[in-house]
């Protein structure tokens, strides 16, 4: 098998984004020492020119080669004029890229819904070369919604059983906020499918987007991500591949921000590869949009089997430059633990200077018994009163994302969104008992990624406070704050 060509350069960002446009649904897939990335090249233009597929590799998620676009769009008139997300296997020295055929000039029989249809293409050299197999082109069969069979992930839990395709479907009868489904195929040979019993049948979201089944440490994940109650990834839990599949405890990956994680495996570590959505206009105040920024959470199984999700080490190694952020005695220097107490309002600290970008933030905060809330100001005023936040809130066992200025609608007081408890849809269920704890930010330009002890993740973008300081505050209760330290990447990084 010849070796992969590298297209273009390699480069370190923080988050990948090609050269144009965003990154859509990821379809990870391991392949000789290197994690190759394939996409969804969202470019955004008008009127829409179709879909394809780009790829990216990488060994860490530090460093990237950015391959271009290896499944181009088929054409205004083909099935696949958008390429959308699937799933890439090897068979005895052959590559298999399974995806979502999508034309909205295609319609199904009531001259509405625009079918979806699941395609097939192979190759014999690499991943960046493959030869479409229109013959193997199949709909949604009786009985499920011809406008929604699409993400094929196709797995094979044991080697001498056949391999298995999922597929976010729908049910054609029921109510329409129920009819979500994972619906099951089954092939001995990746080219001829039998319909088989749904995979799982909760009839309980719209659609269960890109399934991804993976088996750790004696339990079996299910992946998918859900549009009904929420726009977020979850995950179900089963000791067999065929279920019973059980909800954990906290059964979200992350919030709102982060969608369509799907799974790699590397040297025994195992990875959610999805994106951090944009948002219209680039202001915190616009619509969350489709696709965004590459963004990676690193799986850690728990003692009962549940799942905490992490920053990659590598990737927190990347930032290998401290920064001080003041002097002697200031807010992210090497200054002595500071304890903050107020048992009926509220204190903060500033740094003297502003944050640098790209930077990684760690703090080590012992959270007092009894407190309300406590957490880190981030690209704060000089008085703190101005900034993002991430607040956790013990008393609700939850971590959250908040700004201030919240949205506002005139000059009045009354007319500044006060209301909010924090932005809509972000926020992450935690256990935040007295003691202590981590909280590490990863912040780049427009996004931000939190995680509290190496377990419960939260991303988001930041747009209106381009610039600040950091900070760290408690309100009602006692915090000391044991560590804060910034660390950015070299010149150049």
Not at 35 to 43: A, D, G, N, P, R
Not at 68 to 75: H, I, K, N, R
Not at 235 to 252: C, F, I, N, Q, V
Request: glycine fraction near 10%; proline fraction near 8%.
């Amino acid at each position: 098998m010849s070796p992969l060509p590298t297209t273009r350069s390699t480069s370190r960002p923080v988050h990948f984004l090609p050269q144009r446009g965003w990154v859509g649904d990821v379809i990870p897939f391991a392949h000789a020492g290197r994690i190759w990335l394939f996409y969804l090249l969202e470019i955004r233009d008008d009127p829409a020119s179709g879909t394809g597929w780009a790829l990216t590799s990488t060994t860490d998620f530090v460093e990237y080669t950015d391959h271009g676009v290896v499944l181009p769009s088929g054409g205004a008139d083909a099935d696949d004029f958008d390429c959308y997300t699937g799933s890439v296997v090897e068979d005895r020295g052959t590559f298999h890229l399974f995806y979502t055929g999508h034309n909205p000039r295609r319609r199904a029989a009531d001259g509405v819904t625009e079918l979806q249809v699941v395609m097939h293409a192979s190759s014999t050299d690499g991943l960046e070369v493959w030869r479409r197999h229109p013959e193997h082109t199949f709909g949604a069969t009786p009985g499920y919604e011809p406008g929604d069979w699409r993400d094929p992930f196709v797995f094979r839990p044991a080697p001498d059983q056949p391999w298995r395709m999922l597929l976010a479907a729908r049910h054609r009868e029921g109510p329409p906020r129920r009819r979500g489904l994972v619906a099951q195929l089954v092939s001995d040979d990746l080219e001829r499918w039998t319909v088989a019993a749904p995979f799982w049948d909760p009839r309980r979201y719209v659609a269960h987007e890109c399934p991804d089944v993976f088996e750790l440490g004696g339990w079996w994940y299910l992946v998918f991500s859900e549009f009904s109650e929420s726009f977020c990834t979850r995950y179900r839990m089963a000791r067999s591949p065929d279920g019973p599949w059980l909800p954990p405890e906290h059964d979200t990956v992350d919030g709102r921000a982060f969608y369509a994680a799907k799974s790699v495996e590397r040297e025994g570590r195992r990875y959610l590869v999805g994106w951090i959505a944009t948002r219209e206009g680039d202001v915190d105040d616009g619509p969350w949009q489709w696709a965004g920024s590459m963004s990676v959470l690193e799986v850690v199984q728990q003692r009962d089997g549940t799942l905490a999700f992490a920053l990659p080490a590598e990737l927190v190694a990347s930032f290998t430059r401290p920064t001080d952020l003041g002097g002697p005695g200031a807010l992210g220097s090497s200054s002595a633990p500071e304890r903050l107490a107020t048992p009926d309002g509220y204190r903060a600290v500033v740094s003297r200077t502003d944050l640098p970008e790209p930077c990684y933030v760690r703090v080590g905060l012992d959270v007092e018994a009894g407190t309300r809330e406590c957490g880190v100001l981030l690209r704060s005023s000089v008085d703190g009163d101005t900034s993002f936040v991430v607040r956790l809130e013990p008393h609700r066992g939850r971590m959250t994302f908040d700004r201030w200025p919240r949205r506002t609608t005139g000059p009045g007081q009354w007319e500044v969104s006060g209301d909010q408890p924090q932005v809509v849809e972000l926020e992450r269920p935690c256990s935040i008992e007295p003691g202590p704890h981590v909280l590490e930010l990863l912040v780049d330009r427009t996004t931000c990624v939190a995680v509290l002890d190496g377990r419960t993740a939260l991303s988001t973008r930041i747009y209106d406070h381009r610039f600040g300081r950091l900070g760290v505050f408690v309100g009602e209760g006692a915090v000391t704050f044991s560590e804060v330290a910034v660390r950015t990447r070299p010149t150049g990084g």
